[in-house]
């Protein structure tokens, strides 16, 4: 055991997963004997959840690990670092090692560790207490927001994190861009529920399997009783938050909506979120998600429609789906009372005008039925498939930009 001291933040920008292993390493650290300082220049160790499933993600966590690291480096103590979460197998793939000159350094002196060889952490710090041991914890890890404060002067938030946050900070400002509905409900309450990790499919675009193993799930008998204690211990309700819920049970040779139907079982008056629910799968295997609006306890969901072209989706890797099918379902959902976030990535390699067009109507085909849809404009992930055989076919920034300004245009006046 030891009487030293760690710091651990998580980046600024990622999904709840970023910031809730976050939380699990505070946990693992303390089982394993250290005191937890909100200051890193009190620290001895230091640890960083990086997220970096967008290139502006990316940036904004290799921005804040530089400061991190430089605060390591002018102590007056031996101070370890980590990097863990996405963040350094990702950047291992799109940079190759931490390629980029300006932080060749931190590789040098920083033990990286994502999902797949937490080992490397146990191994660090000499852990009597394996870090898989620790359960995932039911809520996050809040933001520094004293170091965030720090990072936003000097160089590196001009260089990088500045420009990356404003545009978000201005739409949320006009009221165009909501806080993610993950974060809203950890904000009111709700307990983080990890049913598994890893996805079974490889999308063109995503450099998220970079960091991550095969699916690996959680028996539902587990899962319900991880449900129970967070009820128990008074959550508001629970979020159910895989990688991707389709790929729950595949190990186990089970389909997700046998979870759906356990959780359905447990009784008692309580509120659900399901997240990461894959386009094709809400529309052709919805039953027991129907079971469980029935009840009265879903309220929130976050259903992945990326696209809703057919060839933009075979060039995704992802499967098609019959796109008014999709649209009757999410009105009866909608009409219900559950919200629904989806994710849509606009400017995809290859995308016409035509093919943007059927994406705008699919949204006006919900006109009275909003939406939280939250547009991304597409991202080169090096290492990708889309990265490596359709990069001669990306469009040109500006075009990118001026359609995700229209369709957002759109949906505003639909829903609005």
């Known amino acids: 055991m030891t009487n030293k001291h760690a710091y651990v933040r998580h980046s600024a920008i990622g999904c709840p997963l970023n910031p809730n292993n976050a939380q699990r390493i505070c946990d693992y650290l303390e089982l394993n004997g250290w005191t937890l300082v909100d200051d890193p220049e009190k620290a001895d160790l230091i640890v960083a959840s990086g997220c970096a499933f967008h290139e502006g993600a990316e940036k904004v966590a290799l921005a804040e690990l530089k400061e991190l690291h430089r605060i390591a480096k002018k102590s007056d103590r031996e101070v370890q670092m980590i990097a863990a979460g996405c963040l350094p197998h990702i950047t291992n793939r799109t940079k190759g090692k931490w390629k980029d000159e300006s932080f060749s350094d931190i590789h040098s002196g920083c033990v990286a560790c994502s999902k797949p060889d937490m080992h490397l952490l146990d191994e660090a710090i000499g852990a009597e207490t394996p870090f898989n041991s620790v359960p995932f914890p039911f809520r996050v890890q809040k933001l520094d927001m004293k170091f965030a404060s720090q990072a936003m002067h000097g160089r590196f938030a001009t260089t990088f994190i500045l420009p990356l946050l404003k545009p978000f900070l201005r739409m949320i400002s006009k009221g165009e861009l909501k806080p993610d509905l993950a974060y809203r409900l950890l904000s009111a309450g709700y307990a983080l529920i990890v049913p598994g990790q890893g996805c079974q499919n490889r999308c063109s675009y995503c450099c998220i399997n970079f960091a991550k193993t095969d699916p690996v799930s959680l028996p539902s008998e587990t899962v319900v009783k991880r449900i129970k204690e967070a009820l128990s211990d008074g959550a508001a309700g629970v979020m159910i938050f895989p990688d991707d819920l389709g790929s729950w049970g595949k190990d186990l040779g089970f389909s997700w909506t046998k979870l759906i139907d356990d959780i359905n079982s447990i009784e008692g008056n309580f509120q659900i979120a399901l997240y990461h629910i894959n386009a094709n799968q809400f529309v052709t295997e919805t039953d027991a998600v129907e079971r469980m609006l029935k009840t009265g306890r879903l309220r929130y969901m976050g259903i992945m429609v990326q696209h809703v072209n057919p060839e933009i989706l075979k060039r995704m890797h992802r499967m098609s789906f019959d796109v008014d099918a999709m649209v ?40 009275s039925y909003p939406l939280d849809a939250i547009f991304f404009p597409y991202s080169r992930r090096e290492g990708t498939y889309a990265a490596i055989h359709l990069k001669d076919q990306e469009l040109p920034h500006r075009i990118i930009n001026k359609r995700i300004k229209r369709i957002r245009e759109t949906c505003k006046a639909l829903w609005t």
Not at 340 to 365: C, D, M, N, R, Y
Request: hydrophobic fraction near 40%; proline fraction near 2%.
């Open 328 to 367: 009757e379902k999410l009105k009866v959902f909608l009409r219900a009372g559950v919200e629904i976030q989806t994710h849509v990535i606009v400017g995809f390699p290859g995308e016409t005008e035509e093919q943007f067009a059927e994406l705008e109507s699919f949204f006006q085909k919900l006109k």
